[in-house]
């Protein structure tokens, strides 16, 4: 098996990891010990695995990291800072946003790529920008509505 | 899965892209988002050759025409000012269903095109509007219409070839409409059936042109030459629209699958294309 090297920065921190050519970015970051990007569907469905990149939010498991070389990469490990949860970690928590946790990692991850595009976000677009993550325990609602905490939107009142 | 890659290249260049296309004879793929072929799987495939860094990554708008580099993003198409203004933004709002947010950062216009999916989104209205492509090998580049890549794109020519560029031509016509719908089960999903309609009307508010194409009802994108012809010169009204609903759903023969049955898709074909003709009057300033 060939073998190559990558150069990344993942969670503000420069890597060097050796890969293969065929490496997917989820398999890497697994294997790198980042566990907060999550093993679903494999093919783009679930949005468990997601991650940024360069600040977008893409499906690490259609990734090939060698794509990757001189990439920011944000997964849910880097977004808690000296022992200080996030504000979106905090919102989630706050709303009880999270039940069995799988999809939150991708969803905080999703969340927070929009947010910092576009600070004031509908619903409607909370909703498109988490879209891509399924949920299969609570749903929608309270994930929404802690993202729209954060953006400083007034909660719809249910 | 593809422990079998033996290299990932990543050209600095078309030219460099296509001399390891070459040089590889048929184990090689072109790689950009990868979102349809890591999904694919492909276990012949021996070398990678990612094309997001061959300076392909461009929306350039040039004596009418707009051309879009194959690299070019959904998540770009979608939020570039030029692509939103362009025709009504249905290409912004095509690239705006291709999948999730996670989705559109990664794929690409070229390969949405060269994937060669009947249900691709960009696809439709692509044809719609008679696009071209810049295609590069080992000769140099030509131009093809789109609708001529579509009907050969098996061919062992085009497989040395890589899609460099999307051509989208300058539209004439006084008042013009333009429209992009697509039916999916969920907003997320491929289209079981997508529908992309234009016209241009005159000051009497008859057809000078009408264009639709369909998506997902038959082996490649599809115009529904036949009706938009039948158009031409009438008063565009509901009945008019009535007629086109009817003409398609009577003129398509799409396949049933695991997504929906072929009638169903043959009705939805209709009321797609009644739904874009309706939209394109509004745009058009007409009162229907």
């Known amino acids: 098996m060939k073998s190559m090297e990558l150069r990344v920065k993942v969670n503000g921190q420069a890597r060097k990891w050796t890969i293969t050519p065929g490496d997917l970015l989820l398999d890497v970051l697994r294997r790198e010990g980042f566990f907060g990007v999550k093993r679903g569907c494999e093919k783009g469905e679930c949005g468990a695995c997601t991650v940024l990149v360069n600040g977008r939010a893409v499906n690490s498991c259609l990734m090939f990291a060698a794509k990757l070389e001189g990439c920011e990469v944000l997964t849910i490990e880097g977004l808690a800072e000296n022992g200080q949860l996030h504000p979106l970690q905090a919102a989630f928590l706050d709303h009880g946003a999270a039940q069995c946790g799988f999809c939150t990692p991708g969803m905080i991850l999703a969340a927070k790529a929009l947010l910092d595009r576009n600070p004031h976000p509908s619903e409607d677009e909370v909703r498109e920008a988490i879209a891509g993550v399924l949920c299969r325990c609570t749903g929608y609602r309270k994930p929404v509505d802690a993202v729209l905490a954060v953006a400083g939107v007034p909660e719809e009142v249910a | ?288």
Not at chain 2, 45 to 63: K, P, Q
Not at chain 2, 136 to 155: F, H, I
Request: charged letters at 20%; one cysteine or more; glycine letters at 10%.
């Open chain 2, 1 to 288: 899965m593809f422990e079998q890659v033996e290299a990932f290249h990543r050209p600095a260049s078309v030219r460099e892209a296509v001399r390891l296309l070459v040089s590889r004879k048929g184990k090689a793929r072109i790689v950009a988002g990868g979102t349809d072929l890591v999904v694919e799987g492909d276990p012949n495939v021996r070398a990678l050759i990612d094309i997001t860094h061959s300076g392909l990554n461009y929306i350039r708008a040039r004596n009418g025409a707009v051309e879009i580099g194959a690299a070019t993003t959904m998540a770009e198409l979608r939020e570039s000012r030029v692509i939103r203004a362009l025709v009504g933004g249905v290409l912004a709002r095509a690239a705006a269903t291709c999948g999730s947010v996670q989705i559109q950062a990664a794929a690409t216009i070229g390969g949405n095109v060269a994937h060669g999916s009947p249900a691709a989104d960009l696809v439709t209205p692509l044809v719609m509007l008679d696009a071209a492509l810049v295609l590069a090998d080992a000769k140099g580049r030509r131009k093809m219409a789109l609708a001529d890549y579509l009907a050969s794109r098996g061919t062992k020519a085009l497989r040395q070839s890589i899609v460099v560029a999307v051509v989208v031509p300058g539209v004439k016509g006084r008042r013009c409409g333009w429209s992009f719908q697509k039916l999916g089960r969920t907003a997320l999903d491929i289209s079981l059936v997508n529908v992309a309609a234009g016209v241009a009307l005159d000051r009497a508010g008859r057809v000078e042109w009408a264009r639709i194409a369909l998506g997902s009802v038959a082996p490649t994108v599809i115009r529904a030459g036949s009706v938009e012809a039948s158009l031409r010169g009438r008063k565009f009204d509901r009945s008019v629209i009535a007629d086109a609903e009817a003409a398609v759903t009577q003129s398509v023969h799409p396949i049933g699958d695991v997504r929906a049955p072929a009638e169903y898709r043959r009705a939805m074909s209709g009321v797609l294309t009644r739904r874009a003709l309706e939209e394109c009057a509004a745009q058009a300033g007409c009162g229907l």
